[in-house]
């Protein structure tokens, strides 16, 4: 099997089944063992120095009044330990403990242990869904955890709507006519920085629709041979990006809608020179151009990176 990007992987034990137990929900409050990962303005706090880690925090370490089922969200076991994520409102955080801070997680998880990293992303992203459905999206009404904190259930008696933890499909393709890949970058990027193209699936559209829309869409290439490489969960806020790769046939770029400054054409050359700078290797983005770049059997691009493109990391 290939290797998983970063962020995904079985580096938690779910227990799905325990989230229905509200005997051992409140046992797993009670015990010493238990621990609460803080999420602030959409930051994971990490613990610092020259191997960061992701900050567990002891449940005595949260106000008592926020210590409860209704309040803490229930991500399952990190080895032999349960874990609980919470949310932090204020424009400010409260003082960390020594040693830690806030941080992006997509600044600090390719510095992070993998599994700490998985664990600091799910997190996030249920704590980002639970603050965007704090009302029922039928009624109106004010919304109840339940279940571990992973059903939001409307508390209008004549409503009773449950909403689930949701995730967007996008697709992230890498097109290439054998010899180059086809790039494009958005203004707000920094300077030199392409990427894949992608973009959010539509209602009523397969995933392979999705890829060939969102291409011409873009840069006005037709493709085939559309093949699924891997995916990446991305909880910023709530993606779940969907790698591919397909063969490009035609070669004229014509960027058909605004969502690109520019796209063009590279060679492996080109990306060895450093030119595009590529997506940082956190992303899948950089794995799909790895995926490319590495067929040529000459260089690995991870290497290259490493080694040559400071700026780029």
Known sequence: ???????????????????????????????GRSRAIPVWNSRNLIVEGDAPRAALLDLSAIPMERRTADELILLGRFGETDVFTYDISGAEP??????????DLRLMAALLPAEDAGLLAYARGMVSWRSRHRFCGSCGAPTLAAKGGHVLVCTNAACRHEQFPRIDP?????????????????AAWPVGRYSTIAGFVEVGESLEDAVAREVF???????????????QPWPFPSSLMLGFTARALTTQILRRDDELEDAQWFTREDVESGRPIVPPNVSISFRLIEHWFNASGDRNLSEIQQSSWPAAR
């Open 94 to 103: 409260p003082p960390p403990e020594a040693g830690t801070r806030f941080e």
């Open 217 to 231: 869409e873009e840069t006005g290439i037709r493709v085939d041979r559309i093949e699924y490489h891997s995916s």
């Open 170 to 186: 996008a697709i992230i393709v890498l097109v290439t006519d054998g010899e180059r890949a086809l790039l494009g970058r958005q």
């Open 1 to 31: 099997m290939q290797r998983r990007n970063i962020l995904a992987g079985p580096y938690v034990d779910r227990a799905a089944h325990l989230r229905q137990d509200p005997a051992w929900f409140a046992a797993a409050l009670a015990d």
